[in-house]
């Protein structure tokens, strides 16, 4: 009966200690999830409710086969909570299970954030209206197919802890026959997400059918584009040199392919800056652990110096121990000299020895007997 009452008692400390089913306020970051994430990612389906926020997508309904596809949608009119944090998916069906855009034949070149990502999480700025843009490669074989997009965000205040969810209309598009002989991005070619600050070395870009290529490029916000340099490496393989950037800013680049039939103007990428990685070797690890517990070490014996109760020592005054007999100088011989005395100083402490400050020592006082 105790035994039971005991994994009773644990049980309910359990219960009571997990938190209650509410969405996820600082978001699980970008990734590829499929739509069930509606359920496991914002708790128990049960808490959701439909979001007021307006989907508009603004994309062609046509796209040639195994070229590249922007697909641009704009999210308004939403409740936001305190942070104003937004979760958007790009979804090829709404079964719960293998929508993932890739699973219909959608190959993702470059996600909102830089990245390859099926789900991304962005911040709505407080105009209240953000718009979101995939690059895709469209599938190889003709085919009619579709995208949606649903969103997760929370609110403020929200006092029931729900979770908002909402589902743009599908979006069809008919992929059609590529004409033969038309330039793009090759298939297996994918954009940078990042840069290093200051790096000044060109991005690869790789095409198919292409004789020409230009890339124009802008920072973000900026309204005016610039060409950059294209050297071209071997057939299809092309170096852009694009300006090198710093800090955490953004640039915005559209890669232009030709050839004598046809000229491609390709949506616009973005590619951001970070952060050099750390650089180092194994020994210079080793070295760096070692000065580290060098210093270490030199800090603990400092404190140890520093905390140390102070010992206070008698005057070091061994005099009372000095045995005459043993006091030499060679001036003894000559202790009865007039000079001599008159420089030896006598202590009442030592009647038999007198000092003698110029050879700085002890001698015998002259005037007693040699027993």
């Given at each position: 009966m105790?035994?039971r009452?005991?994994?009773i008692?644990?049980?309910a400390?359990?219960l009571?200690?997990?938190?209650?089913?509410?969405?996820?306020?600082?978001?699980?970051?970008?990734?590829d999830?499929?739509?069930n994430?509606?359920?496991?990612?914002h708790?128990?389906?049960?808490?959701?409710?439909?979001?007021?926020a307006e989907?508009?997508?603004?994309?062609?309904s046509?796209?040639?086969?195994?070229t590249?596809?922007q697909?641009?949608v704009?999210i308004?009119?939403s409740?936001?909570s305190?942070?104003r944090?937004l979760?958007?998916?790009?979804?090829?069906?709404?079964?719960?299970?293998g929508?993932?855009p890739?699973?219909?034949?959608?190959n993702?070149?470059?996600?909102?954030n830089?990245?390859?990502?099926?789900y991304?999480?962005?911040?709505?700025?407080?105009?209240g209206?953000?718009n979101l843009?995939w690059?895709l490669?469209?599938?190889q074989?003709?085919?009619?197919?579709?995208?949606?997009?649903?969103?997760?965000?929370?609110?403020?205040?929200?006092e029931?802890?729900?979770?908002?969810?909402?589902?743009?209309?599908?979006?069809q598009?008919?992929v059609?026959?590529?004409?033969?002989n038309?330039?793009?991005?090759?298939?297996?070619?994918?954009?940078p997400s990042?840069?290093?600050?200051g790096d000044?070395s060109?991005?690869i870009?790789?095409t198919q059918n292409t004789?020409?290529v230009?890339?124009?490029w802008?920072?973000?916000?900026?309204?005016?584009?610039?060409?950059?340099?294209?050297?071209?490496?071997?057939e299809?393989?092309?170096?852009?040199h694009?300006?090198?950037?710093?800090?955490?800013?953004?640039?915005?680049?559209?890669?232009?392919?030709s050839?004598?039939?046809?000229e491609?103007?390709q949506?616009?990428?973005?590619m951001g800056t970070k952060e050099?990685?750390f650089?180092g070797?194994?020994w210079?690890a080793?070295?760096?652990?070692?000065?580290?517990?060098?210093?270490?070490?030199?800090?603990?014996?400092?404190?140890?110096?520093?905390?140390?109760?102070q010992?206070?020592?008698g005057?070091?005054?061994?005099?009372s121990?000095v045995d005459?007999?043993?006091?030499?100088?060679?001036s003894?011989?000559?202790i009865?000299?007039?000079?001599?005395?008159?420089?030896?100083?006598?202590?009442?402490?030592?009647?038999?020895l007198l000092?003698?400050?110029?050879?700085e020592?002890?001698?015998?006082?002259?005037?007693?007997?040699?027993d």
């Open positions: 105790r035994s009452m005991f994994v008692s644990i049980v400390v359990l009571l200690a997990v938190q209650g089913t509410v969405a996820n306020p600082g978001g699980n970051g970008d990734g999830r499929d739509f994430c509606a359920g496991s990612c708790g128990d389906p049960s808490f959701n409710q439909q979001s007021s989907i508009s997508i603004n994309s062609s046509e796209s040639f086969a195994g590249a596809y697909f641009e704009t308004s009119n409740e936001l305190s942070n944090l979760g958007a998916f790009l979804l090829s069906s709404t079964n719960g299970n929508d993932h890739e699973d219909n034949g959608w993702i070149i470059q996600d909102p830089g990245g390859t990502s099926n991304v999480e962005s911040v709505v700025p407080s105009s209206s953000i843009v690059i490669e469209t599938p074989e003709s085919m009619s197919t579709e995208l949606f997009v649903e969103i997760h965000h929370g609110a403020s205040p929200n029931m802890n729900r979770a908002f969810f909402g589902l743009s209309e599908p979006h598009i008919e059609i026959p590529v004409p033969e038309l330039p793009g991005f090759a298939a297996d070619w994918s954009a990042y840069r290093t600050t000044t060109p991005i870009l790789l004789t020409s230009e890339v124009l802008m920072l973000e916000g900026e309204s005016q584009s610039h060409e950059t340099l294209v050297e071209l490496v071997e299809n393989k092309w170096l852009a694009l300006p090198a950037t710093m800090g955490d800013t953004v640039i915005i680049y559209q890669v232009k392919t050839n004598q039939e046809f491609i103007a949506p616009w990428l973005t050099p990685d650089d070797t194994l210079g080793r070295m760096q652990g070692l000065a580290s517990t060098l210093i270490i070490l030199a800090i603990i014996v400092n404190l140890q110096a520093i905390l140390q109760p010992r206070y020592r005057k070091m005054d061994h005099t121990i005459p007999s043993t006091v030499t100088s060679p003894n011989t000559q009865h000299s007039n000079e001599y005395p008159d420089r030896l100083v006598k202590y009442d402490e030592y009647p038999d000092w003698d400050p110029v050879e020592e002890w001698v015998k006082e002259p005037n007693l007997d040699d």
